[in-house]
């Protein structure tokens, strides 16, 4: 399974931008995707997820301003993020969990996607 991640650049503080991931390949069932992101020198840290059915849940640093969603005839989920701040540059992945032609669960990373928030 491959991902493909777009949408990430340079915004200034109280910007918008919006992620996108595509997922393509053995897919069986698509289930729950997510965000996550990785700030140089800290740990990779959960930003929002979604399950098949749509329900989201965020991380507190980021609710209110991010709103994760999905399209599964797409294969696809977004992060659509407003009035960004300096602490939200990171490089942003996306994680999708799908079954497999044998109904096996597994686990998809993307290759990541920079956003740079400046002051």
């Known amino acids: 399974v491959q991902l493909v991640e777009s949408g990430g650049g340079v915004v200034q503080a109280g910007g918008s931008l919006r992620l996108s991931c595509a997922s393509s390949g053995s897919i069986f069932r698509l289930n729950d995707m997510g965000w996550y992101r990785q700030a140089p020198r800290k740990q990779r840290e959960l930003v929002a997820t979604i399950t098949h059915g749509g329900s989201a849940t965020y991380a507190d640093s980021v609710k209110g301003r991010f709103t994760i969603s999905r399209d599964n005839a797409k294969n696809t989920v977004y992060l659509q993020m407003h009035s960004l701040k300096p602490e939200d540059t990171a490089v942003y992945y996306c994680?999708?969990?799908?079954?497999?032609?044998?109904?096996?669960?597994?686990?998809?990373w993307g290759q990541g996607t920079q956003v740079t928030v400046s002051s």
């Open positions: 994680n999708v969990e799908y079954f497999n032609e044998y109904y096996s669960l597994e686990s998809s």
